[in-house]
Structures are given as structure tokens and as C-alpha cells.
């Protein structure tokens, strides 16, 4: 079945450690994004990007960094920098040559700092 | 920038009842909104869409409302049942991509 895989579900980071969260797809998406979850609160932007090899800041991209190499891979760096890791992020995707469509979301990883 | 918001951060209803989650949007160049329901543990999942030009759009039990003259959404879910439990989102689309996220909407269905 097409999908969006997150990997891993849980993942634990020490203090000065930067950690990479997996994310592909097989619904031939162009478009795809990173966002970040806190309790109790909405979905915020990390980065996006629309086309392989190019990828743009959302709203609280500092700390984090992101490659788009493959359509299907769009994996995200927490690095050190990011003094408030522990957050649910969640990779979703979506088409890109039609406007007004919904993006889908994979099931998400949870990073906490040990 | 601007701010999606809800009406009520929880919700309960009985199991057969129906089910109004209202949402608040502040940008009235907005043209597409979304509704997602997510479960425990797990990513939001698409329930419907609208388009600005649309004030209603049906599916399957579900049902959304737009008013654009008050900047009001609402997903109405009929016939509610145990698995409707789970928080609810809408969300904004400003330019192609971006997506623009409410706090949510914690349904309760109780048996």
C-alpha cells in the first residue's frame, strides 16, 4: 500500500548529540514537510520542500536541518542546536502541480532527550 | 502572522449523537481549508476538504461548513461512535503549500 513511513517511532537523544528522523514516501509526491508537535498545542512548520534537492525554512526551522537528495526520502536533522528537542515530528506529503490538495501524514517519531 | 483557532479544546458526546467541532480562522485570503482527525499516537488523518468557493461539502457521515463572512468553519459528524474519539484539526492553506494548524478539538464519544 502507498504510505508515508516514519522511522524510527521512538528515539532518544543525549545532550550534544544530533539525531536524523526517517521519512519516505511511495505516493510519488513532490512536495514534502516536516512538522513539529507539542502537547495539547497545533502542528508547526519545520521545513518543507517541492522539489528534490531544494527545500525551504518554515516557522521554526533553527536547530533543525533537512536534505531532499531522493523524491521519496526526506529525512531531518535535530542537531545540537535545538535546545528543545522533545516534540512529536510528524513528515507529511503532498502533490505539487495541484493547488488545492490535502497533505497526507506518516505515523510520526517521538524524540525525547536522556 | 495569522492564527487558526477552536472554540472549545474538548468535547463529549453520547454514542449516536451527532457531533459540531467549530474552528476560527483569521486570514480571509484563505481559500482551502482542511479538517484532520488524529488519534493517540499516531499522524492526522485526512477527513475533508473545502474550498472557499464552496459554503458545504458532504462525505461519508461527515459534513463541512464554511462561512466566510464571520471566518467560521465547522466539521459535523453524524451519528458519532466510539472510534470518532480522537482530537480534531483544522488547518489553512496560505500560498501553495503551507499549511496553518489549529490547537485541536479533544471528542469524547461516551457509550
Known amino acids: 500500500d502507498g504510505g508515508i513511513t516514519q522511522s524510527p517511532k521512538y528515539l532518544f537523544r543525549k545532550e550534544g548529540q544530533n539525531v536524523t528522523l526517517s521519512c519516505e514516501q511511495n505516493?510519488?509526491?513532490?512536495?514534502m514537510y516536516w512538522y513539529r508537535q507539542d502537547p495539547g498545542q497545533g502542528l508547526r512548520l519545520i521545513y518543507y520542500?517541492?522539489?528534490?534537492?531544494?527545500?525551504q525554512k518554515g516557522d521554526i526551522a533553527e536547530g533543525y536541518s533537512v536534505s531532499r537528495e531522493k523524491k521519496e526520502s526526506f529525512p531531518l536533522t535535530v542537531t545540537s542546536a535545538q535546545k528543545n528537542p522533545t516534540a512529536f515530528y510528524l513528515c507529511?506529503?503532498?502533490?505539487?502541480?495541484?493547488?488545492?490538495?490535502?497533505?497526507?501524514f506518516g505515523d510520526g517519531t517521538r524524540l525525547s532527550i536522556l | 502572522g495569522e492564527s487558526v483557532g477552536l472554540h472549545l479544546p474538548t468535547l463529549s458526546v453520547q454514542e449516536g449523537d451527532n457531533s459540531i467541532i467549530n474552528c476560527a480562522y483569521s486570514?480571509?485570503?484563505?481559500?482551502?481549508f482542511i479538517w484532520y482527525k488524529q488519534e493517540s499516537g499516531k499522524g492526522p488523518q485526512f477527513i475533508i476538504d473545502?474550498?472557499?468557493?464552496?459554503d458545504k461539502r458532504q462525505g461519508q457521515r461527515v459534513t463541512v461548513l464554511l462561512n466566510k463572512t464571520v471566518k467560521h468553519l465547522s466539521l459535523q459528524i453524524a451519528a458519532t461512535q466510539p472510534g470518532d474519539s480522537a482530537v480534531y484539526f483544522c488547518?489553512?492553506?496560505?500560498?501553495?503549500?503551507?499549511?496553518?494548524f489549529g490547537t485541536g478539538t479533544r471528542l469524547t464519544v461516551i457509550p
Open positions: 486570514n480571509s485570503a484563505s481559500d482551502y
Open positions: 473545502i474550498r472557499s468557493n464552496m
Open positions: 520542500s517541492q522539489i528534490v534537492n531544494d527545500f
Open positions: 507529511a506529503s503532498s502533490l505539487r502541480d495541484r493547488v488545492y490538495q490535502p497533505q497526507h
Open positions: 488547518a489553512e492553506l496560505e500560498g501553495a503549500n503551507n499549511l496553518f
Open positions: 505516493l510519488n509526491h513532490d512536495a
